[in-house]
């Protein structure tokens, strides 16, 4: 038997039921939101995610699903999807039309080459939303508004929180400061915090070794450090979500695991579901479409991990609907075709194509959720009826076929 690859598995009913209602809950909120569809390739090329996500990222650093093709090019399966949006979103000039305002939203298979475990997986899947164009605060509000709103359709109970990274005028004064903190216990520090020193100090504040975490508590503040626009955005932020209900906690630390990052920065997590409690992240990337060789274009966006929250959601009740057919005589099964055709243009049907008796076709509409089993015995074909029974209700009748 050939076995799915590490990390990667199928989804298959109870579990593919529950994605499809967490996507077409999440697109039937987007599109209130003003978001379209876009689909972007899963294969790009690796200098992409190299750009983007950023060298020092433990994405790029160790995750990625890289080989070279046949044609030589060194590609990557997508282990995110703001990048390839943006991409597309440079690609199709949308940067150069002026002050115009795009808002997309997408669904499918990201990849990273993690250790897997509980929560975390090689393929997982995600839905995602990027705005261009609005560089107010208010599209950051609205952002985190939206994924409240689906995480509330979908019954899943989460904390908020949220950072400011700061902007190209306070981060690098700020990371100067840190990387003296740091630098003054690097022999207290783990290596992985070492490293980052030198590559990406910011990363450093996100440390899981609870060492590390102890001296962290004393390292300086960007959310104390901010410039006043990005302070005065960051209580604007903090006002809007006050005023909306919405709670939130602040977290100095949070700095996110991708690195093209400035300003908000946000983590939807649950207590539900492990040492894996992330279930949806984003924040403001201002500076990503001038990196990909577009035109400065504010931005801002979040993906949810679509398995993380599949336990988590609370499916609606399963309703009887639609019909079952059947025969009771193998003659008569070719008579349920063009009557299943013509009932399929506005209901589901499920047609049984071996003869049955009653009591088993009453078991096969049960077990596919018919609401109407509809079965054709001899006495009907001589009478020219068919038999309905409504599941619900319990009620059975004959109506001529004419009529059916
Ligand atoms: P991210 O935080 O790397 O952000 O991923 C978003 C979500 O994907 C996480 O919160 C988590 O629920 C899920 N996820 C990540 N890795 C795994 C994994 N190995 N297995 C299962 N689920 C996982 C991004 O990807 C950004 N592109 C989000 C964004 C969009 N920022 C701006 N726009």
Request: proline share 3%; charged share 30%.
């Amino acid at each position: 038997m050939i076995n799915p690859l590490k990390g990667m598995k199928d989804l298959t009913f109870e579990e593919s039921q529950r994605f499809v209602h967490i996507v077409t809950t999440a697109i039937a909120i987007a599109k209130r939101y003003g978001y379209s569809y876009i689909e972007t390739p899963i294969l790009e090329q690796t200098a992409l995610f190299r750009r983007s996500v950023g060298e020092s990222s433990d994405i790029v650093g160790k995750e990625m699903y890289q080989f070279v093709d046949k044609g030589s090019n060194d590609v990557c399966m997508r282990p995110e999807g703001t990048a390839g949006v943006v991409r597309a979103f440079v690609s199709a000039k949308l940067d150069r039309q002026q002050s115009a305002k795009y808002k997309f939203y997408y669904y499918g298979p990201m990849f990273r080459y993690e250790r897997p475990q509980k929560g975390r997986l090689r393929e997982f899947h995600q839905f995602g939303c990027e705005s261009f164009g609005e560089g107010s605060v208010c599209e950051d509000f609205t952002t985190i508004e939206m994924i409240g709103d689906i995480f509330r359709e979908l019954g899943i109970g989460y904390t908020l929180q949220i950072n400011s990274l700061g902007c190209q005028e306070c981060m690098p004064p700020y990371r100067e400061n840190l990387v003296s903190f740091l630098d003054t216990h690097r022999e207290d520090l783990c290596e992985d915090c070492n490293r980052r020193i030198e590559s990406n100090p910011i990363r450093v504040l996100d440390c899981k070794n609870e060492k590390c975490k102890s001296i962290l508590i004393e390292s300086p503040k960007l959310i104390k450090n901010l410039c006043e626009n990005c302070s005065s955005d960051f209580a604007k932020l903090k006002e809007l979500l006050d005023s909306a209900g919405i709670g939130y906690e602040v977290d100095t630390n949070l700095v996110r695991g991708l690195d093209y990052y400035n300003k908000t920065a946000f983590e939807f997590v649950s207590s539900e579901i492990g040492a894996q409690s992330a279930i949806a992240g984003g924040g403001r990337y201002d500076k990503l479409v001038e990196y990909l060789d577009g035109k400065p274009t504010p931005a801002v966006g979040f993906a949810i991990g679509i398995e993380r929250i599949m336990e988590l959601v609370q499916m609606p009740e399963v309703i009887r609907e639609g019909y079952y057919m059947g025969a009771m005589d193998e003659e008569s099964v070719d008579m349920l075709f063009p009557l299943a055709s013509s009932k399929r243009a506005t209901d589901k049907v499920t047609v049984e194509y071996s003869a049955k008796k009653l009591k088993a076709h009453l078991k096969g509409a049960d077990k596919v959720n018919a609401k109407y089993c509809a079965i054709i015995g001899e006495d009907e074909v001589r009478d020219g009826l068919i038999w309905i029974k409504d599941l619900d209700l319990g009620e059975e009748k004959r109506v001529p076929i004419g009529d059916f």
